[in-house]
């Protein structure tokens, strides 16, 4: 039996394989430090993600702890989440927590930080030492090498037969915040030498960086080195354990220059240099934290780019963007962030400070969990019996999602083979789902409808001279790919099918005379 791994299916679209089988990851990151005491994550985070249909849970893993001593390992951790997981029945995406998380170097071991002159900062153009390693620190990036490799051929000595660990992220939100590059001694000489022949061929010019990107070069340059050093971790863990690795992004927002966000991260605008650069990574995934989230989505999911979300708001909105990630983007993995705090009170919830919120461009309602366990579960439970139905008709023109993409978004048109669907949006509330419909064709006038926050409404196509009618409303729910009939609704309910906070199907059944 094979270990995990990412290919095309024979629809063409990318997928992820678990014992030779399409898995989909519905799952929840938790918080940064929860995983660093494995008391901790028994007594507060395992039962708290109980009951909310996951199937896989993502998991950080801290260099700091895992090397607390130059060249000796202690991997203690990493063992023992492995073996809860598979005793709670969940798979793990483990985050490697190496040389850069957030644009930081937050959780390098303490004999490294302490060593500024070897394991050297990038620095502003004012001279000022950053708190980032350089990824052009070659003695920096050889360790970081040297321990996630250690880490993957753990992880294949205690798991390569179970497959409890099925994705590895490789470091975290990496680039630069404030400044466009590292302008550091090492960083300036190789700025304004030749950009790296493999990358100036790609694009068609030659020269520096400046001669090569002009306005861009600060942030292409980062590209080109934090994804080559990333390269160069991810490659050799591959080596020793070949499990499927990606990197994630901080996203590029308002005010929109480089520094203001991670400059360097994998944001779609350099997705062409990190290609080049890291070909070990299977996709590039974005944090989503924006009000416009749908439209984030239809950003990263591209031919070449399957579409992982690794964290993605909390709130009730969540559930939205679930259906619409699997339903209409062919998502690999959903993954909402502080997942364990769906257990707790909303009043509860640990809140970034405001002005952190504002600097970072957060939506403060991403933080917001009124009614959001109740409706994450309801709606990862309706995914997972959904399978058989949903790996039948993905890719095809059978199987539709749609969700409310901004405040002046009311309503989508979902055209059929014999029928179209439209379906209106109901307003966005604080501590409810957004709009969200998923429609499967069954046959020619039967249609299986999970919806949210929404109402539909069929007709005829175009120039179809016939009248339609609801012949059967049933309601019910999946169990394994078959419908289970609850109750018939053919009175006054097939006027208006609408869909509440908490997702539902339907099964109506249409006929034309």
Not at 48 to 69: C, D, F
Not at 465 to 494: A, C, F, P
Request: net charge negative; proline share 6%; with cysteine.
């Amino acid at each position: 039996m094979s270990i995990p791994f990412v290919k095309r299916d024979e629809k063409g679209i990318p997928t992820l394989y678990v014992h030779d089988r399409p898995f989909f990851m519905r799952s929840g990151e938790i918080h940064n430090s929860s995983a660093s005491e494995l008391s901790f994550m028994e007594k507060q985070i395992w039962p708290a993600l109980r009951g909310l249909n996951m199937n896989s849970v993502i998991v950080p893993l801290y260099w700091e702890l895992i090397e607390p001593e130059d060249g000796c390992f202690d991997f203690s951790t990493v063992d023992g989440l492995i073996l809860k997981a598979r005793e709670e029945n969940m798979k793990l995406c483990f985050l490697w927590f190496g040389l850069w998380k957030n644009a930081e170097s937050m959780y390098v071991p303490a004999w490294m930080k302490k060593d500024a002159e070897k394991y050297f900062r990038a620095e502003k153009c004012n001279g000022e030492r950053m708190t980032t390693i350089s990824p052009l620190c070659d003695a920096a990036v050889e360790r970081d090498r040297l321990a996630f490799t250690a880490v993957m051929e753990r992880i294949r000595t205690l798991d390569e037969t179970e497959n409890t660990v099925i994705v590895m992220q490789v470091e975290n939100e990496i680039g630069l915040l404030g400044t466009d590059r590292d302008y550091s001694a090492d960083a300036d000489a190789a700025f304004f030498s030749p950009v790296p022949t493999v990358l100036s061929d790609a694009v068609g010019r030659q020269g520096n960086w400046e001669d090569v990107f002009g306005e861009d070069a600060g942030e292409c340059f980062m590209a080109w080195h934090f994804a080559t050093a990333i390269e160069r971790i991810a490659s050799s863990g591959k080596k020793v354990y070949d499990l499927p690795c990606y990197a994630n992004a901080w996203l590029r927002q308002s005010p929109w220059f480089p520094g203001s966000y991670p400059s360097g991260g994998p944001v779609t605008k350099v997705h062409h240099i990190w290609r080049i650069a890291a070909p070990s990574l299977f996709t590039l995934g974005p944090d989503v934290y924006v009000p416009y989230c749908a439209d984030v989505m239809d950003e990263y999911a591209t031919p070449d780019n399957p579409l992982f979300i690794p964290e993605i708001r909390k709130d009730a909105v969540a559930s939205s963007y679930a259906l619409y990630a699997f339903g209409a983007k062919n998502a690999i993995c959903f993954s909402p962030f502080g997942i364990e705090d769906l257990n707790l009170d909303p009043d509860q919830v640990d809140r970034p400070p405001m002005e952190v919120m504002i600097a970072l461009n957060i939506d403060p309602s991403a933080f917001d969990i009124t009614g959001s366990r109740d409706c994450l579960s309801a709606t990862y439970g309706l995914l997972k019996e959904l399978e058989p139905i949903y790996l039948q008709n993905r890719g095809s023109s059978h199987l539709q999602a749609c969700v409310r993409h901004g405040e002046t978004d009311y309503s989508a048109f979902l055209r059929f083979e014999d029928y179209d669907l439209s379906v209106s949006y109901g307003p966005r509330q604080s501590g409810k789902p957004l709009g969200a419909c998923l429609a499967v064709e069954l046959d020619d006038n039967r249609f299986l409808v999970i919806g949210l926050n929404c109402s539909i409404k069929f007709s005829v196509k175009p120039g179809n001279k016939k009248q339609m009618d609801i012949l059967k409303l049933e309601e019910g729910t999946v169990q394994d790919g078959k419908w289970l009939k609850e109750r018939v609704m053919n009175g006054d309910e097939k006027m208006s099918l609408r869909f509440g906070d908490i997702p539902k199907a339907m099964m109506v059944t249409l006929y034309q005379f």
